[in-house]
Each structure stands twice: as structure tokens, then as C-alpha cells.
């Protein structure tokens, strides 16, 4: 029983794929609104944050991501059904494409609070906290329509050719006996 569990762990942990900075909580979680409150007293602090992305800016030197923030799932994630809290900037040395890092893709960022920058959003400049990266996180886009919506198997399903009551492209089949047609 100890082998099979032991077994079970270590397949559970090879399916983890997320890099360790993401996974783990830094020692001190600093939320977005405590550092948005008071950025000087926070200043250099270890962070874990996501959120959304909005907008991307590539310069010489460094590249700019401006990230609507939302708290995250215990496993990293960005919660996208709560509300967000406001935004905050990445500033990566080096270049990120904005064709993968497109706007409307969720991103999860560790790294350290460097203070905050002045952006525009829309006519209005607003100063917002900055993240100097250890590690950028991407989730990807699951196309809801690419996966089997329902059923459970067995002809007892509740879409598809064989679904009870032996429904085929939307026209009620009552002779299941009938060999089945493709038209």
C-alpha cells in the first residue's frame, strides 16, 4: 500500500509543471492593496502576483507589461471571476514578444517590488506599483469548444449520436435497433 501511494505521489508531482517561484507563496505575501496603500514601507519585497495582461510596451532596453491585477488560486493562477483590485507593471530586461504576450492572457509574475512607475491609462496619468520579474508564468487559452461537453459515457450521455434518448443530429431517432445512418 506504502508503494502505491508513494507511486501515486511522485506521478501527482511530475504532472506539476509550474515553475517553484510561481508555485510557492513568498514568506511574506504582500497583497496588492498593501503595497498599492504604502509602496515606500514595501519596497524590494518578494511578490506573487497575476492578473490579466492589457497592454505591452517594448523599448531599447527593457520591455513594459501593464497588468490588470487579480488574486490568485493557492496553486498560482489568476482568479478571473473575482473583481479586480487595479493594475500594476512588469519591467523585463529583456524582450517579450507581444505576439505571446498578447493582450487578454492571463500571466502570473514572482519577483520583487521595485516601487512604482507613472503610466498613462486612456487621459489620465496614474502611478502604479512596479514588479521586477524572477519569473513570468503564461497560462494558456483552453478553447472551451475543443472539449466533449458532457456526457458520462455508456450510451447514457447527454450529447452526442448515442445519447439517451437516442437523439442524432438533433432529430429524435426512437428505433434504436435501426442500424445507424451517416448522412
Given amino acids: 500500500m506504502t508503494f502505491y501511494l508513494l507511486l501515486i505521489s511522485l506521478l501527482l508531482n511530475a504532472c506539476s509543471n509550474l515553475p517553484p517561484a510561481i508555485k510557492d507563496v513568498p514568506m511574506y505575501d504582500i497583497s496588492y492593496s498593501q503595497a498599492n496603500q504604502g509602496i515606500s514601507s514595501y519596497k524590494n519585497a518578494p511578490v506573487r502576483w497575476g492578473g490579466v495582461i492589457v497592454d505591452v510596451e517594448n523599448e531599447q532596453n527593457h520591455t513594459f507589461l501593464q497588468v490588470l491585477y487579480y488574486p490568485l488560486a493557492s496553486y498560482g493562477k489568476p482568479r478571473l471571476d473575482k473583481a479586480y483590485a487595479g493594475r500594476f507593471v ?7 514578444d507581444p505576439a505571446i504576450y498578447a493582450k487578454n492572457t492571463a500571466i502570473t509574475v514572482a519577483g520583487i517590488l521595485a516601487g512604482d512607475i507613472e503610466r498613462k491609462i486612456g487621459n489620465k496619468t496614474m502611478r502604479l506599483p512596479l514588479v521586477l520579474p524572477t519569473t513570468l508564468y503564461l497560462w494558456p487559452n483552453y478553447d472551451s469548444d475543443s472539449y466533449y461537453q458532457g ?12 445519447a439517451y434518448p437516442y437523439y442524432l443530429r438533433g432529430y429524435y431517432r426512437p428505433y434504436p435497433f435501426l442500424p445507424f445512418r451517416h448522412w
Fill in 151 to 162: 456526457g458520462f459515457g455508456m450510451g447514457y450521455g447527454t450529447y452526442g449520436p448515442y
Fill in 90 to 96: 512588469i519591467k523585463s530586461e529583456e524582450f517579450l
